[in-house]
C-alpha cells in the first residue's frame, strides 16, 4: 500500500488485559513514529525510532508501555495491564529520515 | 506545560472566505511548523510545514505566515470550500525535523456552502 497502514483498525479489550498494536510504514521510511489523541485533542508524541532503534522515547508514559521495531519496519506498540485511561487513539507515523510525518489512521483502543 | 497554544478552538466561515487560524509557540528552539488537516476518522494529513528562515509560505490556496519575534504563525485558507471543514492542528519540533513533534490543541473548522 502507498501510505502507512495500522492494525487492528479498532480494539475493545477489558481493563488489565494485555495489546499490541501493529504499524506498517511506508516502504523505505526510516523514521517511525508513535503518537496517542484523546478524543477533542491533538496527538501527544510516545515514541521515535530511526532504524531498529528507539531514537527517543521520552513520550511513553509508563513502563507499561513498550514499543519495538526488530527490522527496522514493522513497529509494534504494546501495552500492558490496560487501565481505562489508556483508551485513545493510537497514531503511527513515518517519514524518510526525520524530514516529513505522514500518518495512518490510527487504531481506536478501548478498556472497558 | 501547553508549549503550542491553537486558537480559535471553532471557526465558521462562509464558502469563498478566508480561514485564519492561529497559533504561538513558547519553546525558540523550535524550527519546524507544519500544519496538519484531519478529517474524522482519519488520521492527520501533512497541509503545508514552513522553517523559520522565510517568514510565509504558499501552496495553492493554504498560507502559512510566520512571525519569529513574536513566536507565533497562522494557517490562512484561500477561497474556503465546504471540503475543508475538518480539525486542523498546527505544531512544533526542534532540530528541522518531524520527530517529536508538539500539537496544539486543534480548531474545528466549518465552511457553510
Known amino acids: 500500500g502507498a501510505g502507512v497502514s495500522q492494525t487492528p483498525s479498532n480494539k475493545v479489550t477489558e481493563k488489565g488485559k494485555y495489546v499490541e498494536l501493529r504499524c506498517d510504514p511506508i516502504s523505505g521510511h526510516t523514521a517511525l513514529y508513535w503518537y496517542r489523541q484523546s478524543l477533542g485533542q491533538g496527538p501527544e508524541f510516545l515514541i521515535y525510532?530511526?532504524?531498529?532503534?528507539?531514537?527517543?522515547d521520552s513520550g511513553l508514559p509508563n513502563d507499561r508501555f513498550f514499543a519495538v521495531r526488530p527490522e527496522g519496519s514493522v513497529s509494534t506498540l504494546k501495552i500492558q495491564r490496560t487501565e481505562r485511561g489508556d483508551s485513545a487513539v493510537y497514531l503511527c507515523a513515518s517519514g524518510i529520515a526525520n524530514t516529513e510525518a505522514f500518518f495512518g489512521q490510527g487504531t481506536r483502543l478501548t478498556v472497558v | 506545560q501547553q508549549q503550542v497554544k491553537q486558537s480559535p478552538q471553532s471557526l465558521i466561515v462562509q464558502k469563498g472566505g478566508i480561514s485564519i487560524i492561529n497559533c504561538a509557540y513558547e519553546?525558540?528552539?523550535?524550527?519546524?511548523f507544519p500544519w496538519y488537516q484531519q478529517f474524522p476518522g482519519k488520521g492527520p494529513a501533512l497541509l503545508i510545514a514552513i522553517r523559520p528562515d522565510v517568514s510565509e509560505k504558499k501552496e495553492g490556496r493554504f498560507t502559512i505566515s510566520f512571525n519569529k519575534s513574536a513566536k507565533q504563525f497562522s494557517l490562512h485558507i484561500m477561497d474556503s470550500q465546504p471540503g475543508d471543514s475538518a480539525t486542523y492542528f498546527c505544531?512544533?519540533?526542534?532540530?528541522?525535523?518531524?520527530?517529536?513533534?508538539?500539537f496544539g490543541q486543534g480548531t474545528r473548522l466549518t465552511i457553510n456552502p
Open positions: 519553546n525558540t528552539a523550535f524550527d519546524y
Open positions: 505544531a512544533a519540533s526542534k532540530n528541522q525535523g518531524a520527530q517529536k513533534l508538539v
Open positions: 525510532f530511526q532504524g531498529t532503534g528507539a531514537a527517543d
